[in-house]
């Protein structure tokens, strides 16, 4: 066996290894945990929000104001060790899935195409290669306090759109990222309205149960579409007046909500909906069908 046949045949054996761990109840089962742990931080910032809409403070309203909530809690770091993996295991699954799984490009087993409608492939291999890339984001900030104890991520949010704009052409790429996070907000919506996210879930048998997804579902992707679309927004305007340090995150776009006309009333109805958003991926991690 020359040395190139020795390289395929490795080659081979770990695409075979993928492909088993694609199909893996117990790796299915434990990267569930990352759902909860999404929904746990969309909960407790969704109520965050409700605080600063009534006009108590709340602290920060992001992921990291989120993050820190849990580990000021008795076992708190515990729990957040438990939610970093939870989410790096699903990030994993949706990467191991996107390349190898259901929502590959080719067919299970094989290196040839799989035998589906061509833009139904794309799609749902760069969603889950976006949704990836969303648990990425979320372990990351609970990975800052396991290892380094947290972070300003206003600051971050806001040294990060900075340093972007002085590249060339730089202020450009911001607004183009910015218009993609909005425009994304806006498919969160319509996929909310369009109950399109049924597609991916078992049907529960309780009636009551069955109530809850829907109704959690529909208010929770608007709530977290309009947060989005927020962001988005926000990015923009800062970009396009030439002030990048503005965008100061979810927190600063939040907050900027709250400061328009009716906007503690908005507010109010998109921390409502972050907190269902969060109860429904509760659910989802008992229902999603992770095919």
């Known amino acids: 066996m020359n040395e190139k046949e020795k390289v395929r045949q490795v080659a081979d054996s770990a695409d075979s290894a993928a492909q088993e761990a694609a199909d893996s109840r117990w790796f299915e089962r434990v990267a569930r945990a990352g759902f909860i742990a999404n929904g746990l931080v969309h909960a407790i910032l969704g109520a965050t929000a409700v605080t600063i809409g009534l006009g ?4 920060e309203a992001d992921q990291a104001g989120a993050v820190g ?7 708190g770091m515990v729990l957040i060790v438990i939610c970093f993996l939870g989410c790096a295991l699903m990030a994993l699954w949706c990467l191991v899935n996107a390349f190898f799984g259901s929502a590959s490009l080719r067919g299970p087993g094989t290196r040839d195409p799989q035998h589906r409608q061509g833009r139904k492939q794309w799609i749902d291999f760069f969603t889950m290669v976006g949704s990836a890339i969303a648990y990425v984001v979320v372990a990351a900030t609970f990975s800052q ?11 971050s949010s806001s040294q990060a759109s900075t340093t972007l704009a002085k590249a060339p052409g730089g202020l450009y790429i911001l607004m183009a990222v910015g218009a993609v996070i909005a425009i994304i907000g806006i498919v969160f919506c319509i996929n909310g309205l369009r109950r399109k996210w049924k597609e991916d879930l078992r049907r529960p048998r309780s009636a009551i149960t069955r109530f809850l997804v829907g109704f959690t579902g529909v208010v929770g992707y608007l709530g977290k579409g309009a947060t989005l679309l927020s962001v988005g927004t926000l990015i923009v305007v800062s970009a396009a007046a030439g002030d990048p340090e503005e965008f100061t995150g979810i927190d600063g776009a939040l907050k900027g909500m709250r400061d328009q006309p009716f906007g503690p009333y908005l507010l109010l109805a998109v921390g409502v909906g972050l907190v269902l958003y969060g109860v429904f991926l509760a659910l989802r991690s008992r229902y999603d069908r992770m095919d």
Request: glycine residues 32%; aromatic residues 14%; without cysteine.
């Open 69 to 75: 909530q849990i580990a000021a809690q008795p076992f």
């Open 145 to 155: 306090f396991v290892f380094g104890g947290g972070a300003d991520s206003g600051k």
């Open 56 to 59: 108590q403070g709340g602290g």
